[in-house]
């Protein structure tokens, strides 16, 4: 059964760090997101991507997230100066586009539990 | 805007029992709802959905839920519960938009006791 997929599992890093994210969505998804849950609290919504472009993000996705697929298979989620309340499990997640119900059903990676130090 | 209400961050119950789980949305145009479970170190698997039709709705390992507009509502009930259902359980709200995001409550626990 296709799966998203997320690496690291568990990424560490030092404060005012860089920090890429990576997922590799179902192959004939079209629709591209990141969520993030920080520890006791409840799944958020950082941003939307779609045919190359950022289709919706939330007041959490300021300046310093910024999301790329590089290739063809690739979904990315950096953090340019890492924070401590950036802090967090990072869930990726992907949709279908062929319209009808697969469009809206979002199946979800593992999660990159992200340590700021 | 939309928003999602999980009632009880915590519930147990005995094996055998009735599960029910409560969620309430609030939104300005007619919703796609969703609950998610999350088994320990894993990410969130989809148990169910309603979108438009029937407003009782099934899905994976037993789950199932029913719309009720009237009441802003959708809980997710189990007749039986298994001591493999102790996980957290979400509750999810979006607009019937390709794309957009979904708006998660705060979750519930569930516990089942032998």
């Known amino acids: 059964e296709p799966e998203v997929t997320q690496t690291p599992s568990h990424q560490v890093t030092q404060m005012g760090q860089e920090v890429i994210l990576r997922c590799v969505p179902i192959?004939?998804?079209?629709?591209f997101y990141w969520y993030r849950q920080i520890l006791g609290q409840k799944v958020e919504f950082l941003v939307s991507?779609?045919?190359?472009?950022?289709?919706?993000k939330s007041e959490i996705f300021d300046d310093q997230f910024s999301v790329e697929r590089p290739d063809g298979s690739n979904f990315t989620l950096k953090i340019r100066s890492t924070k401590l309340e950036d802090s967090a499990m990072y869930f990726c997640?992907?949709?279908?586009?062929?319209?009808?119900?697969?469009?809206?059903?979002?199946?979800f990676g593992p999660g990159t539990r992200l340590t700021v130090t | 805007a939309q928003s999602v209400t999980q009632l009880g961050s915590h519930v147990s119950v005995s094996e055998g029992a009735l599960v029910l789980l409560r969620c309430n949305y609030s939104?300005?145009?007619?919703?796609?709802l969703f609950w998610y479970v999350q088994y320990p170190n894993q990410g969130l698997q989809l148990l169910l959905k309603?979108?438009?039709?029937?407003?009782l709705v099934k899905g994976i390992n037993g789950f199932e839920a029913e719309f009720k507009k009237s009441e802003t509502s959708f809980h997710l009930t189990k007749p039986s519960a298994h001591m493999s259902d102790a996980a957290e359980y979400f509750c999810?709200?979006?607009?019937?938009?390709?794309?957009?995001?979904?708006?998660f409550g705060k979750g519930t626990t569930l516990s089942v006791s032998s």
């Open positions: 997640a992907s949709s279908g586009g062929a319209g009808g119900a697969s469009s809206y059903e979002q199946y």
């Open positions: 192959s004939n998804h079209l629709y």
């Open positions: 991507f779609y045919n190359n472009e950022i289709s919706e």
């Open positions: 939104s300005s145009v007619p919703p796609y």
């Open positions: 309603y979108t438009t039709g029937a407003t």
């Open positions: 999810a709200v979006s607009v019937r938009e390709a794309g957009t995001a979904l708006i």
